[in-house]
């Protein structure tokens, strides 16, 4: 089995920061594309960011400059720093990765169970 746990989001006001980590664990081989996603209320999930084993980034462009991506890959981490907080932000924030099982060596796709961010005008 493989899990994702993102830390816990939180409220912050409109202008401020906030850091998220996702941890993965479980039977882990290997990691490719890691990311973070959002679903706000009555909306569909949308991409905000994502990171290559590599380190190549893709932002969407509602939030770049505003947010960087980064990850440990020796600790299986993925991070998310968010800057200029806008309460267009507010919405559950999901990890996502690919992820090789060292059971099967087969690849899958994984989700966090998803943390609430609330910025507050």
């Known amino acids: 089995q493989v899990q994702l746990v993102e830390s816990a989001g939180g409220l912050v006001q409109a202008g401020g920061s906030l850091r998220l980590s996702c941890a993965a664990s479980?039977?882990?081989?290997?990691?490719?594309?890691m990311g973070w996603y959002r679903q706000a209320p009555g909306r569909q999930r949308e991409l905000v960011a994502s990171?290559?084993?590599?380190?190549?980034?893709n932002y969407a462009d509602p939030v770049k400059g505003r947010i960087t991506i980064s990850r440990d890959n020796a600790k299986n981490m993925v991070y998310l720093q968010m800057n200029s907080r806008k309460p267009d932000d507010t919405a559950d924030y999901y990890c996502?990765?690919?992820?090789?099982?060292?059971?099967?060596?087969?690849?899958?796709?994984?989700w966090g169970q998803g943390t609430q961010v609330t910025v507050s005008a």
């Open positions: 996502n990765a690919d992820v090789r099982r060292r059971d099967v060596l087969t690849w899958g796709n994984y």
């Open positions: 479980g039977r882990i081989l290997g990691i490719n594309a």
């Open positions: 990171i290559t084993r590599s380190g190549s980034t």
